[in-house]
């Protein structure tokens, strides 16, 4: 046997959760959001981060810091609740995640978890 090479399913470990991209798009439709997202996991110092940007939505735009900072900071709770770990939510303006032809790419693992 070799070593395994990439994912045969959607889902990641992190931090010893397993997470699943559905899981995270449930939290983003219950909460009103786009189900545009793109999800960043790295390592750093040997801990696992879990980085999600979501696009909003045209009217959920706000020209203030502190109503970002509160948005993000609730989303970030409600997918806490979802999926047992911590993320970092950035919210990014509409259609600023790029979107690909075919199956959408929603992960990008960092991680150097094999050779």
Same mark, same amino acid.
């Given at each position: 046997? *070799?070593?395994?090479?990439?994912?045969?399913?959607d889902m990641m470990i992190i931090r =010893?959760?397993? %997470?699943?991209?559905?899981? #995270?798009?449930?939290?983003?439709i219950e909460q009103g959001y786009s189900?545009?997202?793109? #999800?960043? %996991?790295?390592?750093?110092?040997?801990?696992?981060?879990? /980085?999600?940007?979501?696009?909003?939505?045209?009217?959920?735009? *706000? /020209? @203030? %810091?502190?109503?970002?900072? @509160?948005?993000?900071?609730?989303?970030?709770?409600?997918?806490?609740?979802? #999926? =047992?770990?911590?993320?970092? %939510?950035?919210?990014? *303006?509409p259609k600023s995640i790029e979107r *690909?032809?075919?199956?959408?790419?929603?992960? #990008? /693992?960092?991680?150097?978890?094999?050779?």
């Open positions: 046997m *070799s070593k395994p090479k990439g994912r045969s399913d =010893g959760v397993n %997470v699943f991209p559905s899981q #995270i798009e449930t939290v983003l189900p545009n997202y793109l #999800i960043e %996991v790295d390592r750093v110092n040997n801990s696992d981060t879990l /980085d999600i940007s979501v696009e909003m939505n045209p009217n959920q735009l *706000s /020209d @203030k %810091v502190k109503d970002m900072q @509160k948005q993000e900071r609730a989303l970030a709770e409600a997918m806490k609740l979802m #999926i =047992g770990i911590n993320p970092k %939510v950035h919210l990014v *303006s *690909s032809e075919g199956k959408a790419v929603r992960v #990008i /693992d960092k991680r150097k978890l094999h050779d």
